[in-house]
């Protein structure tokens, strides 16, 4: 294996780890589970977006749960979760920023891998987005909230950033370590400024209004 | 493209313009959403019935995800309801119609496409109901709602007879522009009358009853 | 047929029903719902977990799904949850102990499949215990419950038991119908004695705890 792939597993497993530890932390925040929920859900943060795109792409089984590796990365995860619990929460900040990290890194090997499977822009745009926010969104359905990319927060924006750059410097033959490097750390940097000053996507102007009787 | 194909395309962007316009409205009264959650769920229910059904074909990449125009029609549909938002209230009596066509249509095109590719027609009825009800369940689900398809309501009722009408016409070698016209017109007579009338499925004698001490 | 294959089938379809009647009878414990969602919610449990392990290791359109047979004994399942209702409750015995008939056989037979597929043994165990389980959580999350299974009782466990017998039987060339039956009885056995003395999973020590301020 070249020196870059090995960099490019190694990181892929820290941002699965972090995905997962983050994932099983947050559902512990909120509900009551036993060691199989903590580890699912830490389990399905990590590995969930990757497997919706394989999914989608009909590239299956999916890349991360043929690979023993991810699976055991992210198992250990969510039982460190288990374990610490909330412990854990005094490495907030160290913990976000590797999962913006993991998200960065998803949105872009996601967006390369559905053009590489042939995939029109758009779509590999948005299954980028979809890799990096995806196991997350299951995660909250799983214990019944309404998904945290949805309502607040800037976390599938950076991503759709990193897998636009991603596609754009693909479709203009600038692909390579330095691009993805960039289209990465673009998503990073728009992710941590959201974290760091409370950015919120736009909302409509009148959110939950009631419909007036003559309506 | 012959005039048929191309009013039957028009046919199918006007219905998904429809379920994603409707979906993110409906999105909207329930929960508090930014624009990512707007337009997914926009995107979702237009989308997601199609998608649904292609993924148990394995018919992959589902074909309305690979087809830009899909896309940008039901990107379309979210942000006018993300733009308009309450404001769209006043038309809800139009977006009914059409939402109620688009589901005839799904229910047609999805039985017929599983006929097309082997299922049985028990599968392919239900394929093409799960094709027009599929979306709006998705959203339901990723809102924190008990799906309205499951308790109120005559809707996947219609769409189960307009896919049950499309497989026997098949089966039957009369499958063609009236045949199928006749089915989608038969799912949206029975829509449309069951909201004008409010009509119900059946309910069970004794919902949510306690189980009795002895028991 | 052979007699052996007559007698799987035979166990898988009591098993199918068994998970369908529960499943249908538990979601009218929780909501209220009309015909078409208790046909639905029992048919997602008793089907629910063979098609996600269909769609994961690209086997389509699911097996399940594929076969009438499947599908008739899951709708009827349903259908008598939905006629007798809350007058099943006094039959709650013998249906826990069909349903942890059906989660053993399922947990066995899916393990096997994913092998057979070419799957690593991690993943197979994985994909047999949510053959088993993956109905039941699907219900939940259709209707807004936290899956029991991340939470309460012994359900997952024993499922990867069953799995995990049944991979290393096949592995060390020994699977047979005696190992089988061995396998399944295993998990059987595990999953009555849980409900029978209440067992649980472990939980964490400090459940729902709050941040202290300082942290």
Redesign the interface.
Known sequence: MSTEATLLLTLDLVGTFAFALNGALTA??V????????V??GMTTALGGG?IRD????S???AT??D?RY??VAAVGGLVA?VF??GL??LNTPITVLDAAGLSLFAVTGAAKALALG??P??AV?LGALTGVGGG?LRD???????S????GLY??PALLGATATVVAIRLDAYGVATAVGAAVLCFTVRMLGVRFGW????????????PHG?
Do not use: E, H, Y
């Open positions: 512990l925040r509900t009551r589970l036993d060691i199989v929920g903590v699912t859900l497997i999914v989608l792409l009909g299956l089984p999916p749960f043929s023993w699976l055991a288990f619990g909330p929460d005094r995939l029109g758009a779509q948005l969104t359905v799983l214990i019944g909230q309404v998904p990319v949805f309502r607040s599938a924006i919120n996507a736009p909302m409509p102007r009148t959110p939950r209004a009631q419909r309506g």
